[in-house]
């Protein structure tokens, strides 16, 4: 196998013959005799200077992004709002089916993170736009560019959501402790706008729309790191929890779902939670090697750490709060702690974070949308300083994402929504069709069978995903809510189409 001697129980060996790194190195030196073939060893060894954002040599690599701030980077793209919805997705799933999915969820992540670090290698770019062009032409700029702005329009609706969710939170708690729905329903001081609507519109209005029309995101540098903080905060906050406070005897654990089709209404979210693709190539572009490896096996070292790190608090935030929580387990997690001074900071805390990170993805979207709208090689999207462009296309941006946010009953919809459409053709589809276009003719049977498995994959899922939210639960346990049930338009697919050849 390509890979064989990268793996870790081969290193292990050669370490216990006496092998030390300095003669793993020469080891790696000479995986041209192994592989068999000049392209097999040119494709894991591919190097800085195929990226033109990068410099002519690793020395200028050195001067980038470690590897353990690469790390830390991906972390903080993939702890965001998903993760409060993963005990929910535990509740209706089961443990054991849970674990499955997040397990393969993980896994198509990893792979076609791969696939984006070897086509952006072989065609010397460092964007999902410029990927597609590479592959297929304007158009598949437009398309990619398209699933960018998708997937960030619904990341986006999921924060201002939770703008409205914690916003209500804490106003009913410093108003005597006043139940968050109550709060949120009363009206405002402002008339004919509920609690939860004015919440939403001041935030946005005074705090998120100045920071979103910064024209680059550098200045949140900083603040991103206080995102993971208050993420990991919250784990340990649940993990304790679960420890030291006893969970109800009379409710069930469920380890299998009662109903099936908890698998296609839920399975979309853990998709969501762990989407970081329209993002990581920015950071495989600054990206240092480490000693020894190449910028693309640094890349692949840097993925694989990160999703087993996002893994683990996965499985610990919802296995820890489905436990403790059974039946009443709420799609916001936060929602079922109790009130009290520790909880308001901790729904405080997630509020600033959630602030601070809605920039980091506006400014992807605005970016892809410049990109359709001017071209990729306007210079308004490169300028570092606030334009009229920038403002045109932040209101638009902003405002559109508000309006449908206020729309949609919670979270859960959000969720299902993106993580049905936009997510499975960013994470599943995308990558390993860009993977083959870009190295058409020089890829073995293997490869391409294994590429085409994850596209039709992504498809299989996208398809029955998508079905299974806008097709009324008729049969449906009332243990497995659909997401999409409240949506005007829900309901559009029958369940039961006429026979062909009948009106």
Not at 357 to 366: D, E, L, S
Request: glycine residues 8%; charged residues 10%; proline residues 6%.
């Amino acid at each position: 196998p390509r890979c064989a001697l990268d793996r870790w129980p081969a290193r292990a060996a050669l370490a216990m013959l006496g092998w030390g790194e300095a003669s793993w190195a020469g080891l790696e030196n000479h995986e041209l005799t192994v592989y068999g073939s000049k392209r097999g060893y040119e494709e894991l060894q591919v190097a800085g200077p195929d990226l033109e954002v990068a410099n002519d040599n690793e020395k200028g690599r050195s001067e980038g992004m470690s590897a353990s701030a690469a790390i830390a980077n991906l972390s903080n793209t993939l702890l965001g709002s998903g993760v409060l919805g993963l005990a929910s997705v535990c509740r209706y799933l089961g443990i054991v089916p849970f674990m499955l999915l997040l397990t393969l969820a993980s896994s198509l992540a990893y792979n076609t993170h791969t696939y984006l670090y070897r086509s952006c290698s072989t065609t010397k770019t460092a964007s999902m736009e410029a990927l597609g062009r590479a592959a297929f032409g304007p158009r598949g700029a437009s398309i990619a560019a398209g699933g960018v702005i998708l997937q960030g329009f619904g990341s986006l609706s999921s924060y201002t959501i939770l703008f409205g969710d914690l916003g209500s939170s804490l106003g009913g708690s410093l108003a005597g402790g006043i139940d968050e729905e109550t709060f949120a329903k009363a009206d405002s001081i402002v008339s004919g706008l509920d609690n939860r609507v004015a919440i939403v519109t001041v935030m946005v209005v005074v705090v998120v729309l100045p920071l979103a029309l910064l024209p680059t995101v550098s200045a949140l540098k900083q603040a991103s790191r206080l995102g993971v903080l208050v993420f990991v905060v919250f784990v340990v906050t649940v993990v304790l929890r679960c420890i030291t406070t006893p969970a109800p005897e009379t409710s069930p654990l469920y380890f299998f779902p009662a109903d099936p089709t908890a698998v296609l209404l839920n399975f979309p979210t853990i998709l969501f939670a762990l989407n970081s693709h329209h993002t990581i190539l920015t950071v495989f572009a600054e990206l240092c090697p480490l000693p020894g490896k190449s910028v693309l096996l640094t890349a692949q070292q840097v993925s694989k750490t990160g999703y087993l790190r996002i893994y683990t608090i996965y499985c610990l935030v919802a296995c820890c709060g489905y436990y403790q929580y059974r039946e009443s387990t709420n799609v916001d997690l936060l929602l079922n702690f109790p009130n009290s001074a520790t909880t308001v900071t901790l729904r405080f805390m997630i509020l600033v974070s959630v602030v601070v990170g809605y920039p980091t993805i506006h400014f992807a979207v605005r970016r892809a949308l410049m990109s359709v709208l001017l071209g990729p090689d306007s210079p308004v999207i490169t300028a570092q300083h606030v334009t009229q462009y920038h403002v045109a296309f932040t209101l638009c941006i902003v405002g559109s994402v508000s309006t449908f946010a206020m729309q949609l009953p919670g979270l859960k919809t959000a969720f299902a929504l993106t993580g049905a459409t936009a997510t499975s053709w960013l994470m599943l589809i995308f990558p390993p069709a860009v993977y083959i276009q870009v190295h058409k003719g020089k890829l073995n049977g293997t490869e391409v069978a294994v590429a085409y498995a994850h596209i039709v994959l992504g498809f299989a899922i996208m398809f029955f995903c998508v079905h299974a939210q806008l097709t009324p639960a008729g049969g449906a346990s009332p243990t497995t809510p659909d997401p999409l049930a409240d949506l005007p338009w829900h309901g559009m697919v029958p369940a039961n189409l006429p026979p062909a050849g009948h009106a």
